[in-house]
């Protein structure tokens, strides 16, 4: 059975017509995707900005759960889908994510902690996933 790594952190959504600081400006340390995922218990609730595009959204009782195909930001905080893409991370938050606003192959950024892992079924696999 194949494992996927996946990063699993805790989201700051914002509906300002501007960017939020914590999207607009990258963290002093700009955590990258490789790092987080080759030693998560290191980087534990450090702050984060990563993006992608949107893969699947589970909406749950208390929570919601975004899952994102991972790609590096440029410089302005958008997703480089020019470049590869590194593997996949989730997104957990308390808010409601609308289904029609976080639409599959959406691309987002996002904001956050990285919070550790747990293990999700990606399709018909188990993976780990970091939260």
């Known amino acids: 059975m194949k ?6 952190f805790s989201l700051l959504l914002s509906a300002c017509s501007s960017l939020p600081p914590a999207i607009e400006d990258a963290p002093l340390y700009d955590l990258s995707y490789k790092e ?8 534990r609730e450090a702050a984060i900005r990563w993006g992608g595009v949107i893969v699947e959204v589970d909406n749950e009782q208390n929570f919601s759960l975004m899952q994102v195909l991972y790609y590096p930001l440029n410089s302005y905080g958008r997703p480089m889908l020019d470049q590869p893409s590194e593997g996949r991370f989730v997104v957990k938050t308390s808010e409601f994510l609308e289904p029609t606003i976080y639409t599959k192959n959406s691309e987002i950024t996002v904001a956050g902690q990285l919070k550790g892992d747990i293990e999700r079924t990606i399709g018909k696999k188990k993976s780990c996933i970091y939260r």
Do not use: D, Y
Request: hydrophobic share 50%; net charge positive.
């Open 3 to 8: 494992t996927i790594s996946l990063i699993v």
């Open 36 to 43: 987080a995922s080759q030693n998560t218990a290191k980087f």
